[in-house]
């Protein structure tokens, strides 16, 4: 896997971010990129990730920029402290892929980086090295993260989880122990870590596999659990299991989000649970290409009390919300907020499950097939979209057929019956993305499950295909 730079920042193989390429890009997001009172600078809990945080903060400070060093914590935490220093930032992280790989992810004072910022990152890479100057300073902030966890007590109140039994799923989340923290701080009747691993584990939060699904059945049935929480290993994907271990979609956790904070524009990809659109809970829905930049755009754009969320359960705050204390905005990937919304209205509802049963009857599902070799993916989609009998096949072998056709990231077909099956290539790795919706949760699993066999069976016939040539 070849470095990329893109919507998740810049990402490769951590034999391949060398110092040199590193330097570069921070470089390049310095010269290119507002900085305002210098750089925070944080990193997940990946061996690699330290040594690679050393390489940006010396980057930096030989460019003449102060750096504040966080530690590891979550890039929301990283996030919120950079905004409140009119600061920028810089993550190292990986997110979800496997530990043998690694990245950046670039922040300027008001949240993440633009499309415009990636471009004007890319265009400053060639420019010459500046002369060697003595470093500026490096001070440290160990507190960022708790004032992460701060800025939601404040906002839900301490009692907000009185009575409930929570289970933390901590594997290798760099938020792990924040979690820990903010659930006994919110009042939880009992909270119970679960799983915490000293290596590193990749953990999508928007394709759970069917053992980790398991397990999670397992633990809550053991330890009576009325919910279990987790993130990915940066902690921007929140994970959420009802008392009977079902796990809730990230797209559903953003529309009870939204609806809990009192958003009136919501913003979210094609990819996300069309549930959202259902009823008259929001003025409007804005529909936007798979990418946190995407959603930010859009949100700018619309103003007021917008919100954006994606369909892995990130949540983005536009506004400046009132629960029972203050909520400022902080628009950019969260996985807390969407955690302890619904938490926080579960034993009114009569339980997480009970709460979640009201959102309109739409489910989606979303895995990928990983290793895909480089440039079959979007191959695959660009002929099945060149050819539509090539996609109208593909779904035939579902039992399905195509009423329309979207194509704003990726084939996204609205069936006859009403399900969605939506495919696009990965745009930070070797993967293709499946997504579909369906009006239970078993039709939407059956479905994605036969539908990443058919995806096989046709990259398996393309690589055939390109042997014989």
């Known amino acids: 896997m070849a470095p990329r730079f893109g919507t998740s920042g810049l990402r490769g193989l951590v034999t391949e971010l060398t110092p040199d390429l590193v330097s570069a890009y921070v470089r390049a997001f310095l010269r290119a990129c507002p900085h305002g009172s210098g750089l925070y600078l944080g990193h997940d809990l990946r061996p690699s990730s330290p040594a690679l945080a050393g390489v940006v903060a010396e980057a930096a400070r030989h460019a003449g920029v102060p750096v504040t060093d966080c530690g590891a914590l979550p890039t929301p935490a990283l996030a919120l402290a950079a905004r409140r220093a009119g600061a920028r930032a810089v993550m190292v992280t990986g997110s979800h892929i496997p530990a043998d790989r690694n990245g950046l992810k670039f922040y300027g004072p008001g949240g993440e980086i633009s499309k415009a910022d990636e471009a004007a990152i890319l265009s400053r890479l060639g420019e010459p090295l500046p002369p060697w100057a003595a470093p500026a300073p490096l001070a440290r902030d160990a507190r960022a993260g708790e004032a992460w966890v701060r800025r939601y007590v404040t906002a839900f109140g301490p009692e907000a989880l009185a009575g409930l039994r929570i289970g933390v799923w901590s594997h290798s989340a760099v938020s792990r122990d924040l979690l820990l923290a903010a ?29 980790v699904r398991a397990r999670i059945r397992a633990w809550t049935a053991e330890h009576r659990l009325d919910a279990l929480i987790s993130t990915d290993g940066d902690g921007d994907r929140p994970l959420l299991a009802d008392a009977c271990g079902q796990i809730v979609p990230g797209d559903l956790l953003g529309q009870i989000t939204a609806a809990r904070v009192g958003a009136e524009t919501v913003v979210t990809p094609v990819s996300s649970n069309t549930g959202v659109e259902a009823g008259e809970r929001f003025r409007r829905v804005i529909r936007t290409r798979i990418g946190s930049p995407f959603v930010i755009a859009a949100m700018e754009e619309a103003g007021g009390r917008s919100v954006g969320y994606e369909a892995n359960g990130g949540f983005l705050l536009g506004f400046d919300a009132h629960l029972e204390g203050p909520l400022p905005q902080l628009p950019t990937r969260d996985s807390l907020l969407p955690l302890l919304a619904p938490l926080s209205l579960a034993q009114a509802a009569g339980g997480l499950a009970a709460l979640v049963e009201r959102e309109p009857a739409r489910f989606t599902a979303a895995d990928r097939l990983e290793e895909v070799p480089d440039g079959r993916a979007p191959a695959l989609v660009a ?28 084939l996204r077909a609205t069936c006859a019956s009403g399900r969605i099956v ?13 997504y579909v919706e369906a009006e239970t949760p078993g039709a939407a699993r059956d479905l994605l499950e036969r539908g990443l066999r058919e995806l096989e069976l ?12």
């Open 383 to 410: 002929e099945f979209g060149a050819s539509p009998e090539g996609f109208s096949g593909f779904l035939a072998a579902l039992g399905e057929e195509i009423r329309s056709l979207d194509r704003t990231d990726g």
């Open 422 to 434: 939506h495919i696009r290539p990965s745009g930070n790795a070797p993967e293709m993305r499946l």
């Open 458 to 469: 046709a990259l398996m016939r393309m690589t055939l295909e390109t042997r014989s040539e």
């Open 183 to 211: 659930l006994r701080a919110l009042g939880a009747a009992a909270v119970v870590e679960l799983g915490r691993s000293t290596a590193f584990i990749p953990v999508d939060t928007e394709a759970v596999p069917e053992g």
